[in-house]
């Protein structure tokens, strides 16, 4: 099992906490608890999806991200932009003028994170071929995905593509090419993506079959949208368009960060295309069980229409798919004409881009490990059955833990206690074996002192 823990984007504020259960709820690993009313992460478990972000109803969880300034830590400062980045703006703002802006803001160079897509295609329809007892293949595409499969369904780690994100393939090509034509070193070339996503931020920090990324930092979308929309703003009718000499990207490139957008271009048989993290969970918990055969590719995305259901998006992600679908219509009308896109010059770097675009295997990190000593583990999982058996299974939450399973889990882990659960603790009144007492100081370790003072002032 891999050690390093992992590095995570999301974090709490507790000042702003309120302990309202909504984030552990809502998390697909189970990786929150209460504890003196307040959410705790349980590190190993969490994957940076973001349901707990988007759940909490005082903005308490927040996206940790790189500060903007830190890009002028570098001579050369390249945004490394994806295409949905585009996509947010009204469609009489051209991604001409938002290039014009980035570089205006503080950027040298500006380049849309999917210009890899044909060579990151290539690659994995290649491994597809070299690989045919590997199946169903994973698309390594989005992080949160990927770690989901680590902690949740380690047993499918094999059948993640060992092959680098598109980002990181972009990054690659940007850099060499720069430091080709400038004559720069690696120290004075800043990398920076722009994240639609907390995961984004994650993989980039800890990459996984990494030691290290090749973007050097990354800044949220939503804040350099507003920067980049106050200088639309500030400049008004009176910006003079300046046309980029040929489009930036495919038709198909355009197309990849939206659900169905990698499936298109695999050269398997039996493939399917999920997004939003639970119901990704529903499908790989069939797969694993052996309720689904027969798929050859799964491209699998933790939010809900893709990357435009990022949380750090700022525009409806339905229009924004709308808004990159006309994109990516007007390109491929350009191409049928015959127009050249700017993703074919990374054609003259494929041989030292496919040298260097495998990572390392991919190890589980699984949140069911409960003892390295095996004898140990079988005992504390018969323990687990046993609780299991006792608790009620109504999966309330009251006891700080978001089920009954998980609350068997963290007692055989010494990190709770039977008569946390509000049923066992009436149980044990009725007979007689504790008191009312008793049981609101159990109430007042899990919710906070405040809070069931409170509510006893209240009634």
């Not at 307040?38 to 909490?56: E, H, I, T």
């Not at 949160?144 to 993640?160: G, T």
């Not at 007689?432 to 809070?451: L, T």
Request: charged share 30%; aromatic share 6%.
């Amino acid at each position: 099992m891999e050690k390093t823990p992992f590095f995570h984007a999301l974090a709490l504020d507790e000042d702003a906490c309120i302990g309202c259960s909504h984030c552990m709820k809502s998390c697909p690993t189970e990786a929150i608890r209460v504890l003196d009313g307040k959410a705790v992460f349980l590190p190993d478990r969490c994957v940076d999806c973001g349901n707990c972000f988007k759940a909490c109803p005082t903005h308490a969880i927040y996206v940790k991200q790189d500060d903007f300034d830190s890009i002028f830590n570098f001579p050369c400062r390249v945004a490394i932009v994806p295409a949905i980045f585009m996509g947010q703006f009204p469609n009489d703002i051209s991604v001409s003028r938002i290039y014009g802006i980035l570089k205006e803001i503080g950027f040298t160079h500006v380049i849309e994170a999917e210009s890899s897509i044909p060579i990151y295609t290539a690659a994995k329809n290649k491994y597809a071929i070299e690989h045919p007892d590997i199946r169903p293949l994973i698309s390594t595409f989005c992080p949160a995905i990927v770690r989901l499969i680590q902690v949740r369904f380690p047993s499918l780690v094999e059948n993640l593509i060992p092959i680098k994100a598109p980002i990181d393939i972009t990054a690659m090509y940007i850099r060499r090419k720069i430091k080709k034509e400038y004559e720069l070193d690696d120290d004075q070339i800043g990398l920076f993506y722009i994240t639609p996503c907390a995961a984004k931020i994650a993989a980039v920090k800890a990459p996984v079959g990494e030691e290290k990324s090749s973007v050097d930092g990354v800044i949220n979308m939503d804040s350099l949208y507003n920067r980049v929309y106050k200088k639309i703003k500030q400049q008004g009718k009176n910006y003079k368009e300046q046309k980029l000499p040929i489009s930036q990207l495919s038709a198909d490139s355009v197309l990849t960060s939206l659900t169905n957008g990698e499936r298109r271009l695999t050269n398997v048989h039996h493939s399917y295309a999920i997004d939003e993290i639970d119901n990704v969970t529903e499908f790989l918990e069939k797969l694993e069980n052996e309720e689904i055969e027969d798929v050859d590719f799964l491209e699998l995305r933790a939010c809900d229409q893709s990357c435009p259901g990022g949380i750090l998006t700022c525009d409806n992600r339905f229009i924004m798919c709308e808004r990159v679908f006309e994109r990516g219509r007007k390109i491929a009308e350009r191409e049928r004409k015959g127009e050249q896109t700017k993703d074919h010059e990374m054609e003259q770097e494929r041989v030292y881009l496919s040298r260097n675009l495998h990572v390392d295997n991919i190890k589980p990190r699984s949140m069911l490990v409960l003892d390295e000593d095996r004898t140990v583990a079988l005992e504390k999982m018969k323990k687990i059955n046993e609780l299991r058996a006792m608790l009620p299974q109504t999966d309330c939450g009251i006891c700080g833990a978001p089920t009954c399973d998980a609350l068997a889990h963290d007692i055989v882990c010494q990190h709770a206690e039977l008569t946390d659960c509000v049923f066992i603790q009436r149980n044990l009144e009725a007979r007689g074996n504790m008191d009312v007492e008793e049981s609101m100081k159990i109430m007042e370790v899990i919710w906070g002192a405040d809070k069931m003072n409170n509510y006893v002032k209240k009634k």
